[in-house]
């Protein structure tokens, strides 16, 4: 197979119901999250996560729209409740904050077509698709909406989202986000909750941001990542893996240019691993944030990906790492490095 023959089409009514925690965390919950021991932020994250949803628990039912997450008195107008409405996890890459996320979407008490998970992109793809006032309909008698990895780069955008949100609160929806970082916020990695309130405008009073401190646990106590195989190996281990793809990563990446990201997803499916041969550095900005959505469905569905060329810490330049979207190119490094280490077998075994 080649990702480069493959030109998907999504349906709108796919990217609803798809719309629920990705396959790798299909099985996580607040019990499985192992905290830092030196980290009692992180303990602390999850206990006010699970009063959290335990207190969505209390959510009225498929009315929810028309009269507010907790309800009104008989003949009273609906109203937002007051005190905060969401929750905004805010931490480095790595530390778990998906794995809480999808914590909290497992842990509320609610069918799966009453509560929605995805990334950003996911939901701007999403009103692109059916149009804001569709999208409003569509998500307004949903309990909860968890957005991972709230993209902040784009203004545009961002006042977008943020006028999704104010109408789903009006409605009673329930908000959960981790964001990325803003084009200049170098810092840490990280980006500060103050900034993510400051974005997301008249909706900073809906959010309770929770710090989260901690490594990077991809690479907590874990070797370091294999280093590149030669194409022979990867050839012959991609046509020895019933299910793999193989591709010149030149030509994939040219590929990724004529599919919309959207499709990103639709792009893996059915994949049991990724083979690509030639990987070296991406030639510019566009190139590598197409790249860093690749690598993050590829993580998502637990996709291993094998490789020969250049190893995955060299993908992006010293400019992009120094540059406004750094942090997203080394969650891509970090997710891609692990699925690196999940790929060694195909080799070992051949």
Request: hydrophobic share 40%.
């Amino acid at each position: 197979m080649s990702l480069c023959s493959r030109e998907p089409r999504v349906p709108a009514d796919r990217l609803v119901a798809e719309m629920v925690p990705p396959p790798r965390f299909d099985s996580v919950r607040f019990s499985t999250y192992l905290p830092d021991p030196n980290q009692p932020s992180q303990r602390e994250a999850v206990h006010v996560l699970d009063e959290f949803a335990n207190g969505l628990g209390q959510s009225p039912g498929p009315a929810a729209g028309r009269r507010g997450l907790f309800g009104f008195g008989r003949g009273r107008a609906p109203k937002v409740p007051a005190g905060p409405r969401g929750v905004y996890l805010d931490g480095g890459y790595g530390v778990g904050k998906t794995h809480l996320l999808a914590s909290l979407w497992h842990a509320t008490d609610a069918e799966p077509s009453r509560k929605a998970f995805g990334t950003f992109v996911e939901l701007t793809n999403l009103v692109g698709a059916l149009g804001f006032q569709q999208t409003v309909q569509t998500l307004s008698g949903h309990r909860l909406l968890c957005i991972d990895e709230f993209e902040l780069d784009d203004p545009g955008d961002t006042v977008l989202v943020s006028s999704l949100l104010a109408r789903l609160v009006e409605a009673g929806v329930a908000l959960a986000a981790t964001s990325n970082t803003l084009p200049g916020k170098l810092g840490e990695g990280r980006f500060a909750a103050a900034d993510f309130m400051r974005e997301i405008q008249g909706l900073s009073a809906h959010f309770r941001a929770l710090r989260i401190d901690g490594e990077d646990y991809r690479h907590r106590g874990l070797p370091e990542a294999p280093a590149p195989y030669s194409e022979e190996q990867v050839t012959r281990a991609a046509r020895a893996t019933e299910g793999a793809s193989l591709d010149d990563f030149t030509a994939l990446l040219d590929h990724l240019a004529r599919v919309h990201p959207s499709r990103y997803g639709a792009l893996t499916d059915g994949l049991s691993a990724v083979c690509l041969t030639g990987v070296r550095p991406v030639p510019d900005q566009s190139t590598a944030l197409r790249l860093v959505v690749l690598a993050d469905r590829l993580y998502d569905r637990e996709v291993p990906v094998l490789t020969s060329g250049e190893p995955f810490d060299r993908l992006f330049g010293e400019e992009m790492l120094k540059g406004g979207y750094r942090k997203k190119y080394f969650r891509a490094i970090s997710r891609l490095t692990a699925l690196a280490r999940d790929a060694a077998p195909l080799v070992d075994a051949r």
